[in-house]
C-alpha cells in the first residue's frame, strides 16, 4: 500500500489557478494509475483526472482545457494545475493511486469564490 498526502487546496476568486501536489510514500514508477477525485457538499465523488505510467491522461468534461494532470517520479509526486478556476469547483480534492488495489488520500479543500 502507498501513503498519499494532498496540498495545495485553499480559497481562490473565480478566474484564479491553483496547483495540487500528492506525495507518495514510495516510488510511483509502478504505479499504473494515478489522479484525482473530487466531492463537493451533497454530492458524489467525481472522477477529475488520472494519469497512467505511460503518460495517457483521461479528464472529466467539465475540466478539459483548464485542468493538467502531471506526474513527477523523481519526486514520488502528482500534481494537478488548475487554471479559470470556477465556484462549480469547489469541493474536497482526493489524490488517489491504482497498484495492486486503490490508495486514497485523505483530502485537500479548494474553495473558489465568484
Known amino acids: 500500500q502507498v501513503q498519499l498526502v494532498e496540498s495545495g487546496g485553499g480559497l481562490m476568486q473565480a478566474g484564479g489557478s491553483l496547483r495540487l501536489s500528492c506525495v507518495a510514500s514510495?516510488?510511483?514508477?509502478?504505479?499504473?494509475?494515478m489522479g484525482w477525485y473530487r466531492q463537493a457538499p451533497g454530492k458524489q465523488r467525481e472522477l477529475v483526472a488520472a494519469?497512467?505510467?505511460?503518460?495517457?491522461?483521461n479528464y472529466a468534461d467539465s475540466v478539459k482545457g483548464r485542468f493538467t494532470i502531471s506526474r513527477d517520479n523523481a519526486k514520488n509526486t502528482v500534481y494537478l494545475q488548475m487554471n479559470s478556476l470556477k465556484p462549480e469547483d469547489t469541493a474536497v480534492y482526493y489524490c488517489?493511486?491504482?497498484?495492486?488495489?486503490?490508495?486514497w488520500g485523505q483530502g485537500t479543500q479548494v474553495t473558489v469564490s465568484s
Open positions: 494519469m497512467s505510467s505511460s503518460g495517457s491522461t
Open positions: 514510495r516510488s510511483i514508477f509502478s504505479i499504473n494509475v
Open positions: 488517489y493511486a491504482d497498484s495492486n488495489f486503490r490508495s
